[in-house]
């Protein structure tokens, strides 16, 4: 069962356009969300996060808005960048420890 | 800072053969993680320690994969025998483990299994 549903699965974006991901959740519990971004041959490092008392938090670039009635967030990259093209993972957690990633979003930002 | 450590970063076996992964977490980090990620596929908690002692292994197929985390540092995970199933990327993530905190992972390379 996969607790955390991503979409899409790819993305190819222009330089300097928006990209946007999503993501949906059913358990309630779940009380913290981040954002990961991997490039190829790495592990997955930590780009933003956010908890449910905010509907959006905005660092540089990145952006994640928060719907919790819809039980859904999203990842903005405005003013994409060649270097942001590497796969991009939602995940959530409750009490900080047991994490759920969604499958993935491999986006390509096109010169 | 050093990152988190794995090692081998590629390992190539035939099944039912043995194998073994070594993850270094960071210095002070209490919280160790193993995952598995499948090719295009979020990563999958294996296995989750704090200090030695492993809180949550409910994901972990235990008739054939082991791990341990002596003296709370360095942990091993262990296959055996492998399956051509098992062929992907392991991935060992640790965090500072401060409780009532949201907790930054920091994952390290990964090892890519591959069973042949």
């Known amino acids: 069962q996969q607790q955390v549903k991503q979409s899409p699965q790819s993305l190819i974006v222009q330089k300097g356009g928006i990209s946007i991901i999503n993501c949906a959740y059913e358990?309630?519990?779940?009380?913290?969300f981040p954002w990961y971004q991997q490039f190829p041959g790495k592990g997955p490092a930590l780009l933003i996060a956010?908890?449910?008392?905010?509907s959006e938090k905005k660092e540089g670039r990145f952006t994640i808005s928060f719907n919790k009635s819809a039980k859904q967030f999203s990842l903005h990259i405005m003013d994409s960048q060649p270097g942001d093209s590497a796969t991009y993972f939602c995940a959530a957690s409750w009490g900080g420890n047991q994490f759920y990633f969604g499958t993935g979003t491999s986006l390509t930002v096109i010169p | 800072e050093a990152g988190v450590v794995q090692s081998p970063r590629y390992k190539i076996i035939e099944k039912k053969q043995p194998v073994a992964f070594w993850c270094n977490p960071i210095?002070?980090?209490?919280?160790l993680y193993w995952y598995r990620q499948n090719l295009g596929q979020g990563p999958e908690l294996l296995i989750r320690y704090e200090n030695e002692e492993a809180v949550d292994d409910s994901q972990l197929p235990k008739d054939r994969f082991s791990a341990e985390r002596l003296k709370g540092v360095d942990s091993t995970l262990k296959i055996q025998p492998a399956e051509l199933g098992d062929s992907a990327v392991y991935l060992c993530?640790?965090?500072?483990?401060?409780?009532?905190?949201?907790?930054?992972?920091?994952f390290g390379p990964g090892t890519r299994l591959t069973v042949l």
């Open positions: 210095s002070g980090h209490n919280t």
């Open positions: 993530a640790s965090s500072r483990g401060l409780a009532g905190v949201k907790d930054t992972q920091y």
């Open positions: 956010i908890r449910p008392d905010v």
């Open positions: 358990n309630t519990a779940f009380d913290y």
